[in-house]
T-cell receptor, first 114, second 108 residues
Framework: KAGVTQTPRYLIKTRGQQVTLSCSPI?????VSWYQQTPGQGLQFLFE???????NKGNFPGRFSGRQFSNSRSEMNVSTLELGDSALYLC?????????????FGPGTRLTVL | KNEVEQSPQNLTAQEGEFITINCSYS?????LHWLQQHPGGGIVSLFM???GKKKHGRLIATINIQEKHSSLHITASHPRDSAVYIC??????????FGSGTKLNVKP
């Protein structure tokens, strides 16, 4: 099975622009979660989508949004970029069987905001 | 206060040493995850546990639900174990909280 893929891998934007990142989960996985990782704050949970519905949301401003398509692929969007949005954005997919939710991570998209 | 506290933040060991990384949490959880992140960013899930103990090769993870504490042990450490180890807890609503990570450097 192919792993979780994320595109693009690297991205440079300027303040005020918007960006869309894409995540393709492992085939059969219906849950996709997004995380932001910065040197100062570590890993932080952004949101989780399951069957096209946002099921959970972290403590991020409304500039951060996402969606999930019927094939479970997910996108996240950041509008009006700020310098502090420079980070590694990771997505993870999971099968979600019963109680357990083992996460399989993609390689991440490294976003630099100038 | 962070929901998940890890210690130590940095750890240097000689090849062959036994290593322990600790994780304490303050929220109710459905599962605790140990993650490994190598330079370059890739994250691998090592363990997912909700009780007791799990073992994969030289890695052992334990959890004490009553004390809200988990440990990750590495036996016979090797330079290829050098990475950042992250403890994450999943609450009953599938929301994740992360520790700040432990940077491990195993010297040959």
């Amino acid at each position: 099975k192919a792993g979780v893929t994320q595109t693009p891998r690297y991205l440079i934007k300027t303040r005020g622009q918007q960006v869309t990142l894409s995540c393709s989960p492992i085939s059969g996985h219906r849950s996709v979660s997004w995380y932001q990782q910065t040197p100062g704050q570590g890993l932080q949970f952004l949101f989780e989508y399951f069957s096209e519905t946002q099921r959970n949301k972290g403590n991020f401003p409304g500039r951060f949004s996402g969606r999930q398509f019927s094939n479970s692929r997910s996108e996240m969007n950041v509008s009006t970029l700020e310098l502090g949005d420079s980070a590694l954005y990771l997505c993870a997919s999971s099968l979600v069987t019963g109680q357990y939710n083992e996460q399989f991570f993609g390689p991440g998209t490294r976003l630099t905001v100038l | 206060k962070n929901e998940v506290e890890q210690s130590p933040q940095n750890l240097t060991a000689q090849e062959g040493e036994f290593i322990t990384i600790n994780c304490s949490y303050s929220v109710g959880i459905s599962a605790l995850h140990w993650l490994q992140q190598h330079p370059g960013g890739g994250i691998v899930s090592l363990f997912m546990l909700s009780s007791g103990k799990k073992k994969h090769g030289r890695l052992i993870a334990t959890i004490n639900i009553q004390e809200k504490h988990s440990s990750l042990h590495i036996t016979a450490s090797h330079p290829r174990d050098s990475a950042v180890y992250i403890c994450a807890v999943e609450n009953n609503f599938n929301k994740f909280y992360f520790g700040s990570g432990t940077k491990l450097n195993v010297k040959p």
